[in-house]
């Protein structure tokens, strides 16, 4: 079995270096096609990573397809609340219904670690939240019930944090930082991966559910397997309800959620990754086909070479082994050029991107494993594509007749010029027909990425600022605060207008899914209504025209609204003024007035 073993690699080795002799002896050629197939490959797989984690893999957690987030829908159909009372969470964790519940919530803090104060969102989970999703830290340990209880609480931190306010130091296990003036111990890094809901959380800290004093949390469970998601749905109900029939009462209903308690990307976002996606691969695909007509031509200009070896004994197996190997080869140079490329263009993604999508899902668009693996399979599939029929064609002339048409003085022959000229004519009808159809696609998603949103945002700054309560505890001082920062903002040199608000698009302050009713009497549901909180002056700033009415202004009282064209004609069908109806949301006791 070793002499076996010893001589299959002596003759691999010796057809690896006759492989790399006759690529050598046309580096031209061989660098051409190693060029084409690294930038296809480098792009498909950058491409393939943005679609990881937008698409394929977006919920990048363990068991992801039992996870759900359990909400409160104000009526059947309606989305979940993102927060739910203690005691039904508490209640569907003593009954066993699920495998696992959990529940967080996240505050804002301001964080000091000894390089100045900063702004941070801290997300506090139960000590099995980490464990359920599959995630732990890089460094130091996870979480645990005990440290809900401690004086000094022990905390996690971002690896973003940790990089950017700490400079990444080995020993940031064990230091102290203060939050919100009161001090805290560091126990664990976690990987930059980790969105867990999003990439907006820098601090995890622990919470006891038996003993929180939150009044609400985001639970999120994990189904038992085989679990219908509709009847689990009835019984969390039935449940919670056996309870207190206070926490879901008619005509609320339990429902489940994706586990960040929305959807992750909205339709224009898939949509558009799949479109560039597929415009990608048909890149890879031209590419192929320009590869596959270079090593034709050159396998039939090497047919004197082949048919000299099969008369001297080679058989057509060994030969179409030997062709194979020169496309390997040249097929792993690509690979790693083009897995050069893709690195560097994936870590250049967050500076291209568009924030509501680098930002947005649990899963980091960055360059790991699955992308490493989709190299390997993009560099099979361009062997295959552009090799196989270079390799078969190119052994399949009989030696006699090959040098029979060397001796006429021709070095290809008739036959071979024509089959030549063909390939190169079916070569260019292929590329041109896949290059525009990759032009399409590519225009297709610039269009979409670029469509008109509605509001003006060039030349537009946007500042978050944290008035901390532990700072600054009376409202009062905090609107007067507020309004010296915004005074001082407008009468910096440059500085055209300046806009106090909660939230700016496509980023909402609330969202309401209750039944709306108009002052007319007419019930309407079904509806998602995004809302916006700001000073007077929002609509002039984006540069937002209104179709009818006027924007807002300080005298207006708090039940004045401007509303969508689009809500105006689901409460008012048929075009009627909408201008001066009011209408409620929900059980709210504020009646607003359009």
């Not at 964080?111 to 506090?124: Q, Y």
């Not at 464990?131 to 690896?159: F, K, Y």
């Not at 947005?360 to 992308?371: C, E, K, Q, T, V």
């Not at 009282?557 to 209408?583: C, H, K, Q, Y």
Request: one cysteine or more.
């Amino acid at each position: 079995h070793g002499a076996r073993q010893g001589t299959w690699l002596n003759t691999f080795r010796c057809e690896l270096r006759q492989a790399v002799r006759a690529l050598s002896a046309k580096p031209g050629t061989t660098a051409l096609v190693i060029g084409l197939l690294a930038v296809a490959i480098g792009a498909c797989t950058t491409m393939f990573t943005v679609a990881d984690a937008i698409i394929f893999n977006a919920v990048p957690y363990r068991h992801a397809d039992r996870l759900v987030h359990i909400g409160i829908a104000r009526q059947p159909g309606a989305s979940p609340s993102s927060a739910t009372k203690v005691d039904a969470i508490r209640a569907w964790r003593d009954a066993g219904i699920f495998e696992q519940v959990e529940a967080h919530r996240t505050t804002s803090t301001i964080v000091d670690a000894g390089s100045g104060t900063v702004g941070a969102a801290v997300l506090w989970i139960t000590p099995g939240t980490l464990d359920m999703l599959g995630l732990a830290p890089i460094r130091g340990r996870a979480l645990t019930l005990e440290d809900a209880h401690q004086t000094v609480p022990p905390i996690l931190i971002s690896a973003r944090y940790w990089r950017t306010y700490m400079g990444g130091a080995e020993d940031v296990i064990g230091r102290r930082i203060y939050i919100d003036g009161k001090a805290a111990d560091i126990v664990g890094v976690m990987p930059a991966h980790v969105r867990f809901p999003d990439s907006t959380r820098d601090l995890w800290r622990a919470i006891d559910l038996n003993q929180t004093t939150a009044a609400s949390l985001s639970p999120i469970a994990r189904l038992k397997p085989g679990a219908p998601r509709d009847e689990m749905a009835g019984v969390a109900q039935r449940v919670a309800r056996d309870r207190d029939p206070t926490l879901v009462a008619d005509p609320a209903t339990v429902a489940f959620a994706p586990v960040t308690g929305r959807p992750l990307f909205d339709d224009y976002t898939v949509n558009a990754t799949r479109l560039l996606f597929t415009g990608v691969v048909l890149v890879l695909f031209v590419a192929c086909v320009n590869v596959a007509n270079l090593l034709l031509a050159q396998a039939i200009g090497r047919r004197r070479e082949r048919a000299v070896r099969a008369a001297l004994g080679a058989s057509r197996l060994r030969l179409v082994q030997q062709a194979l190997l020169e496309s390997v080869v040249m097929a792993t140079c690509a690979a790693t050029l083009g897995l050069l490329l893709s690195t560097m263009a994936v870590s250049s993604l967050d500076s291209v991107l568009p924030s509501f999508i680098t930002a947005r899902g649990p899963n980091a668009i960055d360059f790991d494993l699955r992308s490493v693996a989709a190299v390997v399979a993009l560099a099979m599939l361009a062997t295959l594509t552009s090799g196989v029929l270079p390799a078969w064609v190119g052994t399949r002339t009989d030696a006699s007749d090959v040098l029979k048409e060397g001796e006429r003085g021709s070095s290809e022959g008739r036959a071979a010029r024509r089959l030549t000229s063909a390939l190169i004519i079916g070569e260019i009808a292929v590329a041109v027909t896949l290059l525009v159809g990759a032009a399409l696609m590519v225009r297709t998603f610039m269009a979409l990425a670029n469509a008109e949103r509605g509001i003006d945002t060039r030349n537009v700054a946007l500042l978050q600022v944290n008035l901390p309560s532990f700072q600054v505890p009376d409202p009062q001082q905090q609107a007067v605060l507020a309004s010296e920062i915004h005074e001082r903002l407008a009468a910096l040199p440059g500085v055209v207008q300046v806009l106090r608000t909660l939230s700016v698009p496509p980023h909402r302050s609330e969202t309401y899914s209750s039944v709306i009713q108009t002052g007319d009497g007419a019930r309407v549901d079904g509806l998602e209504v995004s809302g916006y909180s700001a000073l007077p002056g929002f609509f002039e700033f984006f540069d937002i025209r209104l179709v009818a009415g006027r924007p807002l202004s300080a005298e207006d009282p708090d039940e004045a609204v401007v509303i969508s064209r689009n809500l105006a004609d689901a409460l008012w069908p048929g075009g009627s003024d909408p201008i001066g109806r009011t209408f409620r949301i929900g059980d709210e006791p504020m009646v607003r007035q359009v």
